[in-house]
């Protein structure tokens, strides 16, 4: 079982939808990450989350420490959001030592 | 501020041959990771550099070696390449190195080995 696990895998919506992506975790963290890599392979730290809720423009990113589990959702989806989101998890005593989830491939159709 | 670079961008090397990438950090920055992503196995961590020390080094064979440099710039080096190390390589940089930093990425080099 790996340490950070995410669904779905793959997930195609039309445009307008909210979208929401899963990331559980089985580790104690000090942080919860959510990344976004489009094509050609550039990553963008879209959240760092240690408790509660984040939003910025139309994502927001949630986490329940209790639970290990956090959300990343995106409202009013667009095209331009299709792209690959990997949330990574940062331990108590690792440093800037990511574990990374596999990833959820986003495609949203206009 | 300019972001986080990395050279070359793109790589093709044979089997046994060994390869030099390069990162540089965002400016002010003195904390470099590096990661190794994949189709089979996904991103995984390679290592974290701050200060010019190497603080944290992931589950990969020797092979694999990096430094950094007084200015904060970072080269990785793997020696002995195997098919298996094609791979985009992703540097990222932040201001220190404690838990709640934000790590910035550069856009990646990509390595085929033949």
């Known amino acids: 079982k790996n340490e950070v696990e995410q669904s779905p895998q793959n997930l195609t919506a039309q445009e307008g939808e909210f979208i929401t992506i899963n990331c559980s975790y089985s580790v104690g963290i000090s942080a919860l990450h959510w990344l976004q890599q489009h094509p050609g392979g550039g990553i963008v730290s879209l959240f760092m989350?240690?408790?509660g809720k984040k939003k910025h423009g139309r994502l927001i990113a949630t986490i329940n420490i209790q639970e290990k589990h956090s959300s990343l959702h995106i409202t009013a989806s667009h095209p331009r959001d299709s792209a690959v989101y990997i949330c990574a998890a940062r331990g108590y005593t690792s440093g800037s030592r990511l574990t990374f989830g596999e990833g959820t491939q986003l495609t949203v159709n206009p | 501020k300019a972001g986080v670079t990395q050279t070359p961008r793109y790589l093709i090397k044979t089997r046994g041959q060994q390869v030099t990438l390069s990162c540089s950090p965002i400016?002010?920055?003195?904390?470099v990771s590096w990661y190794q992503q994949t189709p089979g196995q996904g991103l995984q961590f390679l290592f974290e550099?701050?200060?010019?020390?190497?603080?944290n080094k992931g589950n990969f064979p020797g092979r694999f070696s990096g430094r950094q440099f007084s200015n904060s710039r970072s080269e990785m080096n793997v020696s002995t390449l195997e098919l298996g190390d094609s791979a985009l390589y992703l540097c990222?940089?932040?201001?220190?190195?404690?838990?709640?930093?934000?790590?910035?990425f550069g856009p990646g080099t990509r390595l085929l080995v033949l």
């Open positions: 989350l240690s408790s």
């Open positions: 400016s002010g920055h003195r904390s």
């Open positions: 550099y701050f200060s010019e020390t190497q603080r």
């Open positions: 990222a940089s932040s201001l220190g190195a404690g838990v709640q930093e934000t790590q910035y």
